[in-house]
């Protein structure tokens, strides 16, 4: 069966050819993209004075409708159907923002000598061995302040 061209030079895969991955891939994609772009367009001034005027036109409106019920069902609707939408769209954001953070301290980790390699795939470790390495660490750190402090002791001893 011939695939079709897309956009970006992908083809595009009939439903019965097993490519519903692709097609998953390219939905997931999208989003990625999508909510990118409303995140990046929703931190900006603009679109925080659009806000502002909407809701003053809100505001002004009730005097035309007598400050009824639906005039306030109408913004209570409104900013909760924005909100919901919202939050799927910030923790897809945070989510790959997570992510990139977590491959570039991945990727310094694997670069440096003498770490333990088992830091740069930390995440994937349980919430129990995740506490088990937190207390080592601690541990660690404790040991390493010890050190330093029997050592700066020792230091202003010599200059007495």
């Given at each position: 069966?011939?695939?079709?061209?897309?956009?970006?030079?992908?083809?595009?895969?009939?439903?019965?050819?097993?490519?519903?991955?692709?097609a998953?891939?390219?939905?997931?994609?999208?989003?990625?993209?999508?909510?990118?772009?409303?995140?990046?367009?929703s931190?900006?001034?603009?679109?925080?004075?659009?806000?502002?005027?909407?809701?003053?036109?809100?505001?002004?409106?009730?005097?035309?409708?007598?400050?009824?019920?639906?005039?306030?069902?109408?913004?209570?609707?409104?900013?909760?159907?924005?909100t919901?939408?919202?939050?799927?769209?910030?923790?897809?954001?945070q989510?790959?923002?997570?992510?990139?953070?977590?491959?570039?301290?991945?990727?310094?980790?694997?670069?440096?000598?003498?770490?333990?390699?088992?830091?740069?795939?930390?995440?994937?470790?349980?919430d129990?061995?995740?506490?088990?390495?937190?207390?080592?660490?601690?541990?660690?750190?404790?040991?390493?302040?010890?050190?330093?402090?029997r050592?700066?002791?020792?230091?202003?001893?010599?200059?007495?």
């Amino acid at each position: 069966m011939p695939h079709k061209k897309l956009p970006g030079g992908k083809a595009a895969h009939s439903p019965g050819d097993g490519s519903g991955a692709l097609a998953s891939a390219n939905a997931r994609e999208w989003f990625g993209h999508f909510a990118q772009e409303i995140a990046r367009l929703s931190g900006k001034p603009a679109t925080f004075l659009l806000a502002v005027l909407v809701i003053g036109v809100w505001g002004i409106c009730g005097v035309l409708f007598n400050f009824s019920d639906t005039w306030q069902l109408i913004i209570n609707t409104g900013t909760t159907i924005a909100t919901f939408l919202m939050v799927f769209l910030i923790q897809n954001t945070q989510n790959r923002d997570a992510l990139a953070v977590q491959l570039k301290l991945s990727e310094l980790i694997l670069a440096m000598k003498g770490v333990p390699n088992r830091f740069a795939a930390i995440e994937d470790l349980s919430d129990k061995e995740l506490e088990a390495l937190h207390n080592e660490s601690r541990k660690h750190a404790e040991r390493m302040l010890e050190h330093l402090n029997r050592r700066r002791a020792s230091r202003a001893k010599g200059k007495s």
